[in-house]
């Protein structure tokens, strides 16, 4: 890789649980009770969330500030392009690789780590997800008879990408051919797990170039919020 032309570019919806530790670390003084009688509780208290919580440092950052988390994989691997993180809620992966291949199109770098990682399953967080009616409790059903909701998970996946021209000059193994993709939003919707009839027009607007070689076999990738049933017709024949 030329590490001074290779970017990272990371999709990340909530960053993780870490902040909500060391929120409780640094306010820790405030649960001090009055009463001597407590003092020995309070002291072992503190003494235990000291010693189960680490220390406040860069490596613990990316787990409470999002952006952090494609700067500390900029630094450890020395890479010297870009590095950001798009924030797109469940499409936040997708939206990274899109703005990925906007940068190689672009020739503003020649190689980008992207892709896609996210864990926040704090209790809370199921609650307010609860609330708004986001949550399933049947199953996840994509585009299916019956979609209520969606089914919370955590889990990451890295991909990385170079002009085709490219790869093939240098001799890359070739995974996969990305070719097209495109995006909308709901506009003025109903609420924000509730998409519009308006949204089905987007396989449209996502119909990809011509493929490689004729024997290359096209599949697309589709984001839904799984909280109606809808139905999304594509074709991509060549």
């Known amino acids: ?11 990340n919806a909530m960053a993780g649980e870490r902040h909500y530790l060391t929120a409780l670390r640094v306010n820790f003084p405030e649960f001090a009770l009055p009463q001597e009688v407590r003092e020995a509780i309070v002291d072992e208290t503190g003494k ?3 010693t189960a919580i ?5 490596d613990t950052m990316p787990g409470e500030l999002a952006n952090i988390i494609a700067g500390r994989v900029a630094n450890l691997f020395n890479l010297r392009g870009p590095s950001y993180v798009t924030d797109a809620a469940c499409a936040s992966g997708l939206a990274a690789m ?8 672009n020739r503003e770098y020649d190689t980008v780590l992207t892709g896609g990682i996210d864990r926040n ?22 585009y299916g008879e019956g979609a209520d909701g969606f089914v919370m998970g955590e889990g990451g996946t890295l991909f990385l990408l170079k002009r085709l021209a490219d790869a093939e000059r240098d001799g890359d193994r070739i995974y996969a051919v990305l070719l097209g993709m495109a995006g909308s939003s709901d506009g ?4 924000i ?14 119909r990809p170039k011509p493929a490689p070689n004729a024997s290359a076999r096209p599949i697309a990738v589709m984001r839904d919020t799984y909280t109606i049933r809808r139905r999304i017709e594509t074709d991509f024949r060549y």
């Open 48 to 50: 235990g969330l000291r």
């Open 1 to 11: 890789l030329d590490n001074e032309r290779t970017a990272v570019v990371i999709g």
């Open 98 to 105: 899109a703005g990925s291949i906007e940068g190689l199109i």
């Open 121 to 142: 399953m704090g209790a809370s967080t199921y609650v307010k997800f609860c609330k708004i009616g986001a949550l399933s409790a049947t199953g996840t059903r994509p």
């Open 193 to 206: 797990t509730a998409p519009t009839p308006s949204q089905r027009s987007i396989a449209a607007t996502a």
């Open 188 to 191: 003025k919707g109903k609420r």
């Open 54 to 58: 680490p220390d406040i440092t860069e």
